[in-house]
């Protein structure tokens, strides 16, 4: 009966060592929670026999018990990363076609081929729909959706309509060049270029040059072309290459302040667009250098994304090249009454069970669940220390079981030495 006694205490003991050394491992595995070993007398009686009867018969293990305490906290440079300070899991998806949801601490999210947040498995992070305010419109854990974060956001919207507000200087002479040449800048006096957008969205640059054509007439008139381009093909205004812009004495703009072009089809673009060229009150030839007070446009382009942040409450946004912000959706943190109860299924994942209960759904800050973290980790809640004291125990633990069964051994030798 000893050999047995002794024996289980080396094999708990040996459970023990393999529970520790699993916690060492996993030292540097983000959202990691280490176990401990929970061990059970077993005590040789019966309900008949006297209770100074009993003899002790070795060691049972009980069980790998999780301990969910908080892990360290560090800082990151990707807004994707997330911690949870305080309880609660993310819910994860690892297969987007299946029911079945899955539950991690480790936040380590990342995006992949499809534009889905997801973390180093694969697993895809789930949260509540919202509207457009960033309200919830769903609950529940079978409510979620995975989190996706759209590449575009917008439509494109041609340019139609150019604004410039600007002085062209009265001081300024007549080009020396010849005839105008947008190559030559001996035959033009100034230019100014922006932005504009085709039909797709594109981006585009119009460039404007004006040339001074005139000198003061009896009335005190002066004429100035404006040339338009965008890329390497020319705005045309009812066949003609040129607008014509006319100042009167005062330096102030009397015709010529808006002209709507032909359709005009930029290089590389599949649509025509026409494009109203308007000069503003504003605009003015004094005798002031050359200056662009305001420029402006009415296209847009599809707006590209930029940035993706997280608030403290979960809500994600993303936001993108034509301004536009996006409410993509409520991280969903996941409470259990039992988290010990959970099964381990590895890879830093977790199953609800019968013993752990439902999961409570909620949000950061609500229904006991911790606040969220962006830009954070929570490291492995692994005491080096700690558990390599607790090696050292279990080595002796085992080292003395193994000397008492060698004990047991050499006395059984020596009843049958005596027998014989």
Do not use: C
Request: proline share 4%; hydrophobic share 35%; glycine share 10%.
């Amino acid at each position: 009966m000893a050999f047995y006694t002794s024996l289980s205490g080396l094999q708990a003991s040996q459970t023990d060592m393999a529970t520790i050394s699993h916690n060492l491992a996993n030292v540097a595995t983000n959202g990691f929670k280490k176990s401990r070993t929970e061990f059970a007398d077993v005590i040789a009686s019966n309900l008949t026999s006297s209770p100074t009867s009993a003899v002790g018969s070795g060691v049972l293990v009980k069980g790998n018990i999780q301990q969910f305490s908080q892990g360290n906290l560090v800082q990151s440079a990707n807004g994707l990363d997330l911690a949870i300070s305080g309880d609660g899991f993310f819910a994860v998806k690892p297969n987007p076609d299946a029911a079945q949801v899955d539950y991690t601490r480790n936040g380590a999210f990342s995006v992949n081929a499809d534009n889905e947040v997801v973390d180093s498995n694969g697993g895809r992070l789930q949260v509540y729909p919202v509207d457009g305010s960033g309200a919830v419109v769903a609950t529940g854990i079978e409510s979620t959706v995975s989190l996706r974060l759209p590449a575009t956001s917008g439509t494109a919207v041609p340019t139609t309509a150019v604004n410039y507000s600007l002085n062209l200087s009265s001081s300024a002479g007549l080009p020396s060049g010849g005839a105008f040449s947008r190559f030559d800048p001996s035959t033009y006096n100034n230019s100014t270029s922006t932005t504009v957008y085709d039909t797709s969205g594109n981006p585009l640059t119009m460039t404007t040059y004006f040339r001074r054509e005139t000198t003061p007439d009896a009335a005190g008139n002066t004429n100035w072309s404006a040339y338009s381009f965008i890329g390497d093909q020319a705005v045309t205004v009812g066949g003609a290459d040129h607008t014509t812009l006319t100042f009167n004495s005062s330096g102030q703009l009397t015709a010529g302040g808006s002209s709507t072009s032909d359709p005009v089809t930029p290089s590389g673009s599949t649509g025509a667009q026409t494009i109203t060229l308007s000069y503003g009150s504003a605009t003015t030839q004094l005798a002031s250098p050359f200056n662009v007070a305001s420029r402006s446009q009415n296209g847009a382009a599809i707006g590209q994304l930029q940035g993706v942040t997280v608030d403290a409450k979960g809500l994600v946004k993303a936001s993108y090249s034509n301004g536009d912000v996006q409410n993509l959706g409520m991280v969903a943190i996941a409470n259990f009454s039992n988290p010990a109860g959970l099964r381990q299924l590895g890879s830093g994942y977790w199953a609800q069970t019968g013993l752990s209960g439902a999961p409570v759904a909620g949000q950061a800050g609500s229904n006991g669940a911790g606040s969220l973290m962006s830009g954070t980790l929570e490291q492995s809640n692994v005491d080096i220390t700690e558990e390599l004291v607790n090696l050292i125990a279990a080595q002796r633990n085992f080292q003395a079981n193994s000397k008492a069964l060698d004990t047991d051994n050499q006395i059984s030798q020596t009843i049958i030495n005596l027998r014989s």
